[in-house]
């Protein structure tokens, strides 16, 4: 089972050890607009199988599309961590929030 965090760290060194053939090498390698083009492309993939039935077009469609977004956060160099401890900090916010409109629905 790959998991976030070794997908990851697979994608990273590939960045810093490029392998013949590798297709995250190819996207390095064209650089950062290429990257996003399949971040934007690989989204609206995502947004067309959602609004069709079958859920295995739509669990594809994610898979390509957070791989694509790992591959974006090595090259801006953002690690898992920071969007774990990102999401983190919001839990004791959204928490507070949700606390708040639950009182002004009372
Ligand atoms: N998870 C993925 C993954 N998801 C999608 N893709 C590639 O993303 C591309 C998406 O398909 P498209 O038709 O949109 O793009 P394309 O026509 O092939 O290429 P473009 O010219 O449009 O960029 C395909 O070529 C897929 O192979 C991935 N390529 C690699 N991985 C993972 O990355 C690891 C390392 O891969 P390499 O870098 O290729 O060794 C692999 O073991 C996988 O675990």
Known sequence: MQDLDAL??????RKNNPKE????????????????????????EVIVAA???SDDEFVYEVADLAYHVLVLMVDRGISVDQIKRELSEREGLMSKTKERRDIKEL
């Open 51 to 53: 609004k069709n039935d």
């Open 8 to 13: 990851y760290q697979l994608i990273l060194d």
């Open 21 to 44: 053939g590798s297709y995250t090498d190819y996207l390095f390698t064209k650089g950062l607009d290429k990257i996003l083009k399949k971040v934007g492309e690989e989204s609206t």
